[in-house]
């Protein structure tokens, strides 16, 4: 028998991204605890070697933290390496009713970042039907051409540009993010900052 409570249950799974070790002072951090107050299960994994990412190592924790639950809606927050890593999981990506990524590094950035080259190496570009939505911010350092330039538009993204917005990150102020918060709670909110 499914509850009204069942039906409302939301899982979330949320990726960090390079030398990302979950501070509190993250807005990811902040979102976590904010869903678990309001009865929502999360995981929020720390993902393996953060400051010299292996791709297949992460792809790995992408299929054991993002198991589809038995009910309820899934949702998926990627920040910034964690786009490439879902955008590179192509068959093994989880089946997930929403996702939202926010502040990919551009393919230079990535690329000149040796830590990390993996995650862009190939990245197909191509796919289509990704059913996301991507945010990302102006002026943001890891991409100065725009993430709607890079991902955006060649993948069909819906978007949410917020000006000024940085990498979204707590460096850009972005610790607690209530925009984040009522996007997870409602797919029609529009993200904005803070």
């Known amino acids: 028998m499914t509850t009204e409570n069942d039906t409302a249950a939301k899982t979330f ?3 960090h991204g390079f030398q990302n070790h979950r501070p509190s002072g993250h807005w ?7 869903l678990r107050e309001r009865g929502h299960e999360v995981r929020y994994p720390q993902l393996p070697s ?11 924790a992408l ?31 989880p089946d997930a009713d929403r ?9 230079s950035v990535t690329a000149s970042i040796p830590e990390i080259t993996a995650f862009a190496d190939g990245l197909d570009l191509a796919e289509t039907g990704l059913g996301a939505r991507l945010v990302y911010g102006g002026g943001d350092p890891y991409c100065p051409e725009g ?7 060649p993948l069909g993204l819906d978007l949410d540009l917020v000006p000024d917005g940085g990498h979204l990150s707590p460096a850009h102020g972005y610790g607690d993010w209530p925009s984040v918060l009522e996007w997870c709670e409602d797919p029609s909110v529009r993200v904005k900052g803070r």
Request: charged fraction near 20%.
């Open 28 to 34: 990811q951090h902040w979102l976590a605890e904010r």
């Open 99 to 107: 996702v939202l990524l926010v502040a990919p590094p551009s393919p």
């Open 50 to 60: 953060p400051d010299a990412p292996v791709l297949a190592e992460w792809l790995g």
């Open 63 to 93: 299929e054991e933290h993002g198991k589809r639950p038995a009910r309820g809606e899934f949702v998926v927050l990627a920040h910034s390496l964690s786009v490439l890593l879902w955008l590179r999981a192509g068959a093994r990506r």
């Open 13 to 15: 799974l949320i990726l």
């Open 147 to 153: 993430a709607d330039l890079h991902y955006g538009r």
